[in-house]
């Protein structure tokens, strides 16, 4: 298996980008990291495409071939694929991308996220993302996604101790650093007690503790590591890589308050970079709700269970604390957009 690296990034302004389209703001993205590399068209051997929900709130599937086209790149015939997985769609992209160049199927690959969720109304984004849940056992008769990590939630405050103000400390680190960021949706600070006296969504969830639904797009191109210094002086070389499922309907899963596919997919990677959790010194986490920043933190290993909401109130997961989490402002307030979601992510750890 070869060595991959990372030679070039691109991300968008995420947000409600009403006068950009899906493939405008996927070329943005592309382009910009295209340009950041300095490659070139005819050095790209293959493009993976991040997103999920196009076909609901755009009406238009074929996405991979839609961006291929609208980038000038049919013009060498150029494979496209895309990949859905919900609100992993982005980072599996990447995960894909990453399988290609190590595989030796491809030196030099593309790989976006694109996504527009707000051109419809709340309720038709709140049923797409739904779509990501088990649709015969919990989207059908009225489940949502806030109100299934609601459960989540509370059995994390039943087994752990869990309190209101260890989920409201998540979100008021997040906005602290999403504020830094130019590219955020939501780039101002929030107090604690604004997200605890926020409107209930599903109990004990409040509307402060949710990520909002985000147009946006993010890029890397991916290039094997002995060509990497043709491009750029100094590549980030990816060093593991891990990916692990679980039971869909939460009402199949042991324990309500784990996530065990992160614990997996993350022991996977770290065991392939030679490193443990304590080597870590700062970290991108799924933050779609706060419950699941803290849930993340422990599956990976960087705090024991239970001990992440308690870490997070002491500060310890700030900007300038023992291992600062979501220094772009996470989810929560530099916005999801599912499809660029896990690439914007990569793009901030580059950065």
């Not at 993350?266 to 080597?279: C, E, F, R, S």
Request: aromatic residues 4%; negative net charge.
């Amino acid at each position: 298996m070869r060595e991959v690296s990372i030679i070039g990034i691109g991300v968008t302004k995420f947000g409600e980008l009403w006068d950009k389209s899906l493939r405008q703001i996927g070329l943005e993205a592309g382009l910009a990291a295209i340009q950041d590399s300095g490659i070139k068209r005819e050095d790209i051997d293959a493009l993976y495409i991040g997103n999920m929900a196009s076909g609901a709130t755009i009406q238009q599937e074929h996405v991979s071939a839609l961006i291929a086209d609208y980038c000038g790149l049919t013009n060498n015939n150029i494979p496209a694929t895309r990949i859905e997985s919900a609100s992993a769609s982005g980072g599996l992209a990447l995960r894909q991308g990453y399988i290609a160049v190590a595989g030796g199927f491809a030196d030099i690959v593309v790989v976006g996220g694109a996504e527009k969720m707000t051109d419809v109304s709340d309720a038709k984004s709140a049923y797409t993302n739904s779509m990501g849940s088990d649709e015969q056992w919990e989207s059908q008769v009225g489940a949502t996604f806030p109100s299934l990590h609601a459960m989540i939630a509370q059995a994390h405050i039943t087994e752990n101790g869990t309190t209101r103000e260890q989920l409201s400390a998540v979100a008021e680190k997040n906005h602290m650093h999403g504020a830094k960021n130019p590219n955020a949706q939501f780039p101002f600070p929030i107090k604690a007690n604004a997200v605890s006296n926020s409107s209930l969504v599903s109990s004990p969830l409040r509307m402060l503790d949710c990520a909002p639904n985000s147009d946006g797009g993010a890029a890397v191109i991916l290039c094997a590591s002995e060509r990497a210094k043709e491009f750029t002086e100094k590549p980030i070389k990816i060093t593991g890589s891990g990916q692990a499922s679980d039971t869909l309907s939460l009402h199949h899963r042991k324990d309500l308050g784990r996530m065990k596919a992160i614990s997996i997919a993350a022991k996977k990677a770290l065991k392939q970079a030679g490193k443990t959790p304590k080597d870590l010194d700062l970290a991108e986490i799924h933050d779609n709700f706060t419950i699941t920043e803290l849930i993340s933190l422990e599956e990976i290993g960087i705090f024991k269970k239970g001990e992440a909401g308690p870490k997070t109130l002491e500060g310890l997961t700030k900007i300038g604390g023992e291992i600062p989490i979501n220094t772009s402002g996470g989810l929560k307030s530099r916005g999801h957009a599912p499809g660029a979601t896990g690439i914007a992510q990569a793009v901030e750890m580059v950065q």
